[in-house]
């Protein structure tokens, strides 16, 4: 028989060795599922009063988690409670952690948060290839008004048993990325480049990284939230530091003469690169310093044939068509609440 209990935050805080393992039992296994980018996000972004972390049990044995938030809603003059995924659109890749009874614990799980004030669940970021696709699909074809719908494209570049003059061949066809690079060839012979991996950071290199975030943003004219949200800001101290000690974090600096120009930061995870920030200073625009980075990153990483994948994540960024033809989609879930005044009030919304 199926059971489903809610965690509290010191529980949580104690899951790691359990939750990592049933994680990579469950065939949704990610960095961004794991304890480390949740328990970042937890206290930090997601305050402890909104998380609602959840264990799913069969008789006695654990056979899942599910990592979830409220978030206030207003719907016209209306204020509600939307529940998501812990994280909502931060993490991508997102998924119930299940490892069996997949259809019977997601329908347990909409009895159960049934107890509950909500209007709606949206769940982002949930890839076409999650080991509960058939469940949710099911689950969709059950309750009235609930909707399994394209989101989003999740961009990667196959690298396994791959030369790297085919991948030039055959995906920067368009010439756009290679004759940047060739542009610039000169250039950069005039002066002293470096690209350095780190496996952590300090706090220099973190000042420099959000310095540098910050003025990519500002030159696309948007502003990072990490420079100025203390929540993303403490959200990312935590991150570095949590994914540091679990030894996935990757952080990639371009130098020129001595100074910091572009980073790309990510996870080495399961053989794959998930590529999750980037940055430059727009002092070195003329070098076209993330362009330089990433080919001579992806240069490296073909010859030693470092990864399987390079994950650029989600969304439907130009520069990323201009680097891989390979994509697949994330899907976002969708399930109104269709019991009590929440039914009640989701029908009447419906009808105007």
Not at 45 to 64: D, F, K, Q, V
């Amino acid at each position: 028989m199926l059971s489903i209990e809610p965690v509290s935050a010191g529980e949580f805080a104690h899951l790691r060795s359990e939750w990592n393992a049933l994680l990579q039992r469950s065939g949704s296994d990610s960095p961004f599922l794991r304890h480390e980018w949740l328990a970042s996000l937890y206290g930090t972004i997601c305050p402890s009063s909104s998380a609602l972390i959840l264990r799913l049990h069969c008789g006695e044995e654990t056979i899942g988690f599910v990592p979830l938030q409220w978030k206030p809603y207003r719907r016209g003059p209306f204020r509600f409670r939307r529940l998501h995924f812990l994280g909502a659109q931060l993490t991508e890749f997102a998924d119930c952690i299940l490892t069996g009874h997949r259809s019977e614990a997601l329908q347990a799980l909409m009895d159960f948060l049934g107890q509950h004030h909500w209007l709606e669940f949206v769940g982002h970021y949930i890839a076409e290839g999650s080991p509960n696709w058939h469940a949710y699909q099911a689950l969709v074809c059950s309750i009235p008004g609930a909707r399994l719908h394209p989101y989003t494209s999740g961009w990667y570049i196959r690298i396994a048993g791959r030369r790297w003059e085919e991948y030039v061949a055959e995906e920067t066809g368009r010439e756009f990325v290679q004759r940047a690079i060739r542009r610039r060839q000169a250039l950069y012979g005039q002066h002293h480049w470096e690209l350095c991996e780190r496996h952590g950071l300090d706090a220099q290199e973190l000042a420099y990284l959000l310095r540098l975030h910050e003025l990519a943003q500002q030159r696309h004219g948007r502003s990072s939230v990490f420079a100025h949200s203390d929540a993303h800001r403490a959200f990312l101290e935590r991150l570095v530091q949590e994914s540091s000690a679990a030894g996935w974090l990757r952080l990639f600096w371009l130098r020129i003469d001595g100074v910091p120009a572009s980073f790309i930061l990510g996870f080495e995870y399961n053989g794959s690169f998930f590529w999750w920030l980037q940055g430059f200073d727009p002092a070195f625009e003329r070098f076209a310093p993330s362009k330089w980075l990433l080919w001579h990153l992806l240069q490296d990483a073909f010859a030693k044939q470092r990864w399987r994948e390079f994950h650029f994540m989600g969304g439907e960024d130009e520069y990323k068509r201009h680097w891989t033809r390979s994509s697949f989609r994330f899907y976002r879930l969708r399930i109104p609440n269709t019991r009590g005044v929440m039914g009640w009030l989701n029908r009447w919304l419906s009808r105007h």
